[in-house]
């Protein structure tokens, strides 16, 4: 977020790439757009951008990681061109075998940060697609000038370097957290996920020389996503 979770996949802008060529861009309603400035840490090609792009219904997510389970349910009816990327780098096992690099304990920001293949916070896939920001959270109560929103316990939302620079980095909100409105969210941790998150926060952050108890780092639990899987409409 400004300064914590934002610090992610950089904007391309309208950067050519190495041939000189423009950055390919698909033509759907999502335009999803090649950042060859910053390559994907993983091979991956654009995802299908379909004319009519699915906006209905949810679609569960089987997530394996290290520390249990963190089951998700995406909504495309909040964000359907995030939710189609999303969908398409799991179906391309673009998640599998990734470390969760980033945790984080403020008082107003307790988030798990996931999607990012070299582990740095700054991989991502190749390609960056607009944001769908959300218009019903409600005001954050820490937050006297109403200016930040409630981001609460549960949600998933994607992570980014600014308006219209989302890629594969998202997290996962384990205790209500305060932010401006910048950050899409697509989706609900499972119940099951919710005891993940919560056995991950408590064992904290990893020290570092310069800071022995830090609220932003590594985890201390080694959470690495094993396989990201959507499997049924409900």
Same mark, same amino acid.
């Given at each position: ?94 998640? %599998?075998? #990734?470390?969760?690099? =980033? $945790?984080?304990?403020?008082?107003? *920001?307790?988030?798990?940060?996931? +999607?990012?293949? &070299? ?23 820490? %937050?006297? #000038?109403?200016?930040? =929103? $409630?981001?609460?316990?549960?949600? *998933?939302?994607?992570?980014?370097? +600014?308006?219209? &620079? ?30 993940? $998150? ?37």
């Amino acid at each position: 977020m400004t300064a914590l979770v934002a610090v992610l996949v950089v904007s391309s802008g309208s950067v050519a790439s190495a041939s000189g060529a423009p950055p390919r861009t698909t033509h759907g309603p999502c335009e999803y757009t090649q950042t060859p400035d910053e390559p994907a840490a993983r091979r991956v090609p654009l995802p299908p951008d379909p004319r009519h792009t699915p906006s209905h219904g949810t679609l569960r997510t089987a997530v394996r990681t290290s520390q249990g389970p963190l089951p998700l349910r995406l909504d495309r009816a909040k964000a359907p061109c995030t939710v189609q990327s999303f969908v398409h780098l799991a179906r391309h096992r673009f998640y %599998d075998r #990734t470390m969760c690099h =980033r $945790l984080t304990a403020y008082p107003t *920001l307790k988030v798990l940060q996931c +999607g990012d293949p &070299t582990s740095t916070g700054e991989g991502g896939p190749g390609y960056k697609y607009k944001d769908e920001l959300p218009v019903d959270l409600p005001p954050a109560p820490s %937050d006297p #000038t109403g200016v930040r =929103r $409630l981001y609460g316990r549960g949600l *998933l939302a994607m992570a980014n370097a +600014g308006p219209n &620079t989302n890629g594969s980095q998202f997290f996962v909100v384990y205790g209500d957290s305060a932010l401006r409105p910048n950050y899409t969210v697509f989706g609900t941790v499972g119940a099951a996920g919710l005891k993940t $998150l919560d056995k991950i926060a408590a064992g904290g952050i990893e020290p570092t020389a310069q800071d022995p108890a830090p609220v932003d780092g590594t985890p201390v639990l080694r959470t690495e996503l094993l396989s990201v899987r959507p499997f049924c409409l409900p």
